[in-house]
């Protein structure tokens, strides 16, 4: 059985994932919508339905996870924000357990952007950072084009910033495996 390598940035807003085979070709590249749900028990109850809608493609995969803040960045980040992330992070990693028998790998984004030879121009803005990995991904021409789509702006969707680091979390891992 082909083994595949499932990246995943999750959040409470949206979650995004990708997947590629374990030369990194592209298999598959999506997101969750969480926004709109205010109830945590709905929001997990929207992701597991729709891990169960890809069951074929998701018990297939080894699952990478971003792993969430560990501590406080300023002017960035909350005691209340962490914890929300560490908690859904958990749970997510925990629904793919029980659904596929797969323990879910956490990679620091750090680790994963060096790996993929991504460099960050120093004290960088979030938004700013989250453009330039998007840009990276969409310029490696691995993610069909129309995998990205924009806003009438001219703005990419928000979207595309989780799966673009979601590549990023995916394409970090088949590089270790292949460096070992």
């Not at 709109?36 to 996870?65: A, G, M």
């Not at 989250?130 to 806003?151: A, S």
Request: with cysteine.
């Amino acid at each position: 059985m082909t083994m595949y390598i499932c990246g995943w940035d999750l959040s409470t807003r949206l979650c995004g994932y990708c997947v590629l085979d374990d030369t990194g070709k592209y298999i598959d590249i999506g997101h969750i919508e969480l926004k709109k749900i205010k109830n945590e028990y709905d929001k997990l109850e929207t992701i597991k339905r729709f891990l169960i809608s890809k069951q074929t493609l998701f018990e297939k995969c080894e699952h990478y996870v971003e792993a969430p803040l560990l501590a406080f960045k300023a002017k960035s980040s909350m005691a209340v924000t962490i914890g929300k992330l560490q908690r859904i992070n958990g749970q997510i990693c925990l629904l793919i357990y029980l659904l596929f028998n797969k323990k879910s790998v956490p990679v620091y984004v750090s680790t994963a952007r060096k790996l993929c030879g991504i460099v960050l121009p120093k004290k960088s803005k979030r938004k700013d950072t989250k453009k330039l990995i998007l840009n990276f991904v969409q310029n490696l021409g691995i993610v069909p084009k129309e995998k990205w789509t924009y806003k009438r702006t001219g703005n990419p969707s928000d979207f595309c910033f989780d799966q673009a680091d979601a590549y990023v979390v995916a394409a970090s891992q088949i590089i270790s495996k292949n460096n070992i």
